[in-house]
């Protein structure tokens, strides 16, 4: 009896491992799993959030008669979303400066007129400035067409990334700058002294800057569920277009169908590599 019962014993030890004084225990490697995945989105949501407070801290130490906005989500019929979510927008008597922020870390390459840039010359990021000139389109339809010809944009990046991109857009004649977000504040007061040199007086009244500000916080989209929307389609968009990067044919870049791509990955023969039908026949 007493062999039986310590077998029995052993046995619940085993196998009977889910409660634990009279209470469920999940398996700890899922709870480990699941809560470092946590843990790494409240990361990366608190680093965009510091990102984001260290700008206003910047853009809070200008003169009382510039006015900004921070977190705009305005309708744009051109974008995949119907709206544009814009960082930063600060009006200022000598232009309109529409930051786009950036909180990546590595090695950013990038030039003006190329579509993509990389991270670390590995990772695909669509190229900021002309995001950003999407932004200021739709700011442009918000606002008087008058002062469509004094938007200047920056993008700027955490000093965690090191920038090599085109050294003309860190050139401060130019009114597409990249920049590190420490230097915020600076570049602009520069940009602005540039910009009084070549203006004999202010390009906007503070009447019109107050205009301005006051048409974009009534196009601001508040309305959660609607932010929501707006970045789940982002999502689905971005992964959408992974998955049609990934689904062409090495050779001549025509895409083909998942069944293509799943015959090409598990033949042998072609080595990891998508064709398609006319190119298997002949794979490299």
């Keep these: 009896m007493i062999k039986k019962r310590g077998k029995i014993m052993v046995f619940g030890f085993l196998f009977n491992k889910k409660k634990k004084n009279g209470k469920k225990v999940t398996n700890p490697s899922v709870k480990k799993t699941s809560t470092n995945k946590k843990n790494n989105e409240q990361w990366a949501n608190r680093k965009g959030e ?4 260290k700008i206003n801290i910047q853009l809070d130490q200008f003169p009382k008669n510039y006015k900004y906005h921070s977190d705009l989500l305005i309708k744009n019929g051109k ?3 119907g709206y544009s979510q814009i960082d930063h927008v600060i009006i200022t008597p000598y232009g309109i400066f529409v930051i786009e922020t950036k909180n990546y870390q590595g090695t950013i390459y990038g030039e003006k007129n190329r579509k993509t840039w990389l991270i670390n010359g590995k ?5 900021p400035l002309l995001q950003n000139y999407g932004h200021m389109q739709a700011i442009k339809d918000e ?3 008058k002062f469509h010809e004094h938007f200047i944009s920056i993008v700027s990046f955490t000093k965690r990334c090191t920038l090599k991109i085109d050294p003309n857009l860190q050139k401060i004649q130019s009114n597409e700058l990249v920049i ?6 600076e570049v602009i007061n520069r940009k602005i002294a540039i910009l009084k040199m070549l203006h004999n007086q202010p390009v906007l009244t503070n009447d019109e800057i107050e205009k301005i500000y006051n048409t974009l916080s009534q196009s601001n989209v508040l309305d959660p569920s609607i932010r929501k929307q707006h970045v789940e389609k982002i999502i689905t968009n971005k992964e959408n277009d992974d998955t049609a990067a990934k689904n062409k044919c090495v050779i001549c870049k025509k895409p ?6 799943s ?4 033949n042998p023969k072609f080595k990891g590599n998508i064709y398609c039908y006319e190119h298997q026949k002949n794979p490299l």
């Excluded at 990772?123 to 190229?127: A, E, G, H, L």
């Design 50 to 53: 510091l990102g984001e407070y």
């Design 79 to 81: 974008s995949s979303t």
């Design 123 to 127: 990772f695909k990021m669509m190229n």
């Design 143 to 145: 606002i008087d067409k």
């Design 180 to 185: 590190y977000d420490i230097l915020l504040s």
């Design 256 to 261: 083909v169908s998942n069944k293509v791509q």
């Design 263 to 266: 015959y090409c990955l598990s």
